[in-house]
């Protein structure tokens, strides 16, 4: 089942993305740190729908990046009990059979 989930979180941005508008970098961040990203609670994230908002930057010492606390929603697909969904059967054995659903 596919879901719009909001998320709140400390997003750390790379110097390399120091010279862009701050929203913009905090999204660049987003897609490179939540791609392939996939939580037991949320789900497989597909897509970053929205940043909704972008706090204050804090620096920390020895650290070159810069950490905002952000919202921004998500869209995810989260399988559930009883779901039917397309996929390849990769191996049958006596105690079950194992599938391949692509990107889970």
Not at 58 to 86: C, H, M, N
Request: aromatic residues 14%; hydrophobic residues 45%.
């Amino acid at each position: 089942m596919f879901y719009l989930v909001e998320v709140e979180d400390y997003i750390r941005v790379e110097p390399k993305l120091f010279g862009l508008p701050t929203i913009e970098s905090v999204e660049q961040q987003l897609k490179e740190t939540y791609a392939d990203y996939y939580e037991k609670e949320i789900g497989r994230v597909i897509a970053i729908i929205d940043v909704l908002e972008v706090g204050e930057g804090v620096i920390i010492p020895g650290d070159g990046a810069t950490y905002y606390r952000s919202r921004f929603k998500l869209l995810v697909w989260k399988p559930e009990l009883q779901e039917l969904t397309y996929a390849i059967v990769s191996e049958i054995t006596s105690f079950g059979a194992f599938i391949d659903l692509g990107v889970m």
